[in-house]
């Protein structure tokens, strides 16, 4: 099992950048390891994933050229730079791990974390 902790999340203005990680309890190199987006009354949103071996990675259009998501498996961490943020990208972010591969569903991966939130004035 892995213990996934978010941190990174805070206040943004349109334009800002942020950096949010994920820290794993144990090792990830065999995960897959994605983040997702949810806003109050919304369904989950892809936002990205990536490979165990950084195989990818891979975005959706709304944050594609702004988010870059990278990987440290020595360290059992996960980044994602989110630059030129929009309101829209405001929400509680959760960072995710798959067992096998690569995946912009959510229901297939097994383990989560609590989620850090990136806010806004308005």
């Known amino acids: 099992q892995v213990h996934l902790v978010e941190s990174g999340g805070g206040l943004v203005q349109p334009g800002d950048s942020l950096r949010l990680s994920c820290a794993a309890s144990?090792?990830?190199?065999?995960?897959?390891m994605g983040w997702f987006r949810q806003t109050v009354g919304k369904e989950r949103e892809f936002v990205s994933a990536i490979g165990p071996s950084g195989v990818g990675p891979i975005y959706p259009n709304s944050v594609k050229s702004r988010f870059t998501l990278s990987r440290d498996n020595a360290k059992n961490t996960v980044l994602l730079q989110m630059n030129i943020l929009k309101a829209k990208h405001r929400g509680e972010y959760f960072c995710?791990?798959?067992?096998?591969?690569?995946?912009?569903?959510?229901?297939?991966?097994?383990?989560w974390g609590q989620g850090t939130e990136v806010t806004g004035d308005s």
């Open positions: 144990g090792p990830i190199s065999t995960y897959g």
């Open positions: 995710a791990a798959i067992t096998n591969g690569i995946s912009m569903r959510d229901w297939k991966y097994v383990y």
